[in-house]
């Protein structure tokens, strides 16, 4: 079956940066397009980021822009997340999505804080 499993959430202060990895089993990943969503507390999911089958074209919330790059390795069916120059705001559950049937991972917790 379709499994996202997220892993490298953790505690990190402001300014400093963490990678997120997503490894994907249960289809083709090679084929499809993937995003990253976040969720903080008391707030909905928002989308984060998107990159295409081939990894040539991306796309970035505007609150992101510039700090965050999502990549992918075909070889290993992972999808990444470069976080750089965190903020508090940033603090949230970070998931995995296949958005063609709608899968999502666990979620994992990335928490910016002194």
């Known amino acids: 079956q379709v499994q996202l499993v997220e892993s490298g959430g953790g505690l990190v202060q402001p300014g400093g940066s963490l990678r997120l990895s997503c490894v994907a089993s249960g289809f083709n990943f090679t084929r499809e397009l993937m995003r990253w969503y976040r969720q903080a507390p008391g707030s909905q999911r928002e989308f984060v980021a998107a990159?295409?089958?081939?990894?040539?074209?991306?796309g970035y919330a505007g609150s992101v822009q510039g700090r965050f790059t999502i990549s992918r390795d075909n070889d290993k069916n992972t999808l990444y997340l470069q976080m750089n120059n965190l903020r508090p705001e940033d603090t949230a559950v970070y998931y995995c999505?296949?958005?063609?049937?709608?899968?999502w991972g666990q979620g994992i917790q990335v928490t910016v804080s002194t």
């Open positions: 990159i295409s089958y081939s990894g040539n074209d991306t």
């Open positions: 999505h296949r958005p063609r049937l709608d899968n």
